[in-house]
């Protein structure tokens, strides 16, 4: 299917065939090697993978919100296996959080107005695993709004 979807890139782009790379893709329990096809000018991208690269947030998503619901990061990476029939450790389930640990220290470290009309707190009770147990805790969203009306939430804290 990639190969013919090359074909028809390289006719529209005046582009050459230029060999094959791999990519491993997970699904069902088993592991999938393709074999994509590359263009010369690389410019031709397989939709294909752009499904895969669908799979891969969604996998993302879902790890996070393993580890939001209390399980180790051991018990995300047995999860991981019996989905995609892949086992991860708990240090590779770690590295996988880093990029988001990432986005959200840029998140608590952005700019922000210096007047908000209206300030709002709520408190959601999250169960939160600590050291050797769950239990139940507040967290505080503070939320501003500013002086258009649009609403910006100012933290996420927890005070254990």
């Known amino acids: 299917m990639m190969r013919a979807e090359r074909e028809i890139h390289n006719e529209s782009y005046s582009d050459v065939s230029n060999g094959y790379r ?17 263009s010369r000018y690389k410019h031709f991208y397989p939709y294909l993978l752009a499904v895969l690269k669908d799979q891969e947030q969604e996998a993302r998503e879902l790890a996070f919100s393993l580890y939001g619901s209390g399980l180790t990061t ?5 999860v991981f296996d019996q989905i995609y029939g892949r086992k991860y450790s708990a240090t590779q ?15 608590l470290f952005r700019p922000l107005e210096t007047y908000y009309p209206i300030i709002l707190i709520d408190a959601t009770f999250i ?15 503070i939320m501003g709004v500013k002086s258009d009306r649009k609403r910006e939430v100012l933290s996420v804290v927890n005070f254990p």
């Not at 051991?74 to 047995?78: A, D, T, W």
């Not at 389930?93 to 998140?107: G, I, L, Q």
């Open 74 to 78: 051991g018990q995300v990476g047995e």
């Open 22 to 38: 791999w990519r491993k893709a997970f699904g069902q329990g088993e592991q999938l090697k393709l074999e994509v096809p590359r």
């Open 127 to 141: 169960a939160t695993r600590r050291v050797d147990h769950v239990s139940k805790e507040a967290y505080y969203t």
């Open 93 to 107: 389930v770690s590295r996988m959080f880093d990029f988001a640990r990432e986005e959200v220290k840029d998140w």
